[in-house]
């Protein structure tokens, strides 16, 4: 089964930028869907991008043009680009797996719910 690990969060001021990373094992690329979610303090846990098994990119609207997903198939891992960071960035970020395709769309937008495979997540705090 998927093993995920992130990393490349931090602390960083308005307007600057962190690239995150999420390192993937056991498992093939080709059978699952991946993402990039967020949970903020007192909010609940929102998808942020979608990467589909084909490795096309969905961006949520409030990251369009700020985040930029990418992968690196040969080391099994996936990126986030995140520029232009604002306090409201500010939550914990996660990246996940799914091999169910019924979930993969699906649920990245009622913050992954069904989705079963997680990493531990990686902070990013933008102070005000």
């Known amino acids: 089964q998927a093993q995920m690990t992130e990393s490349g969060g931090g602390s960083v001021q308005a307007g600057g930028s962190l690239r995150l990373s999420c390192v993937v094992s056991?498992?093939?690329?080709?059978?699952?869907?991946m993402a990039w979610f967020r949970k903020a303090p007192g909010k609940e846990r929102e998808g942020v991008v979608l990467?589909?098994?084909?490795?096309?990119?969905r961006y949520r609207p409030f990251v369009k043009g700020r985040f930029i997903a990418s992968q690196d198939n040969v080391n099994s891992t996936l990126y986030l680009q995140m520029n232009s960071l604002q306090p409201e960035y500010t939550a914990m970020y996660y990246c996940?797996?799914?091999?169910?395709?019924?979930?993969?769309?699906?649920?990245?937008?009622?913050?992954?719910?069904?989705?079963?495979?997680w990493g531990q997540g990686t902070p990013v705090t933008v102070p005000s």
């Open positions: 990467v589909l098994s084909d490795g096309s990119i």
């Open positions: 056991g498992y093939s690329r080709g059978d699952y869907c």
């Open positions: 996940a797996a799914e091999s169910n395709g019924v979930y993969c769309a699906t649920d990245f937008f009622v913050g992954g719910r069904h989705w079963n495979y």
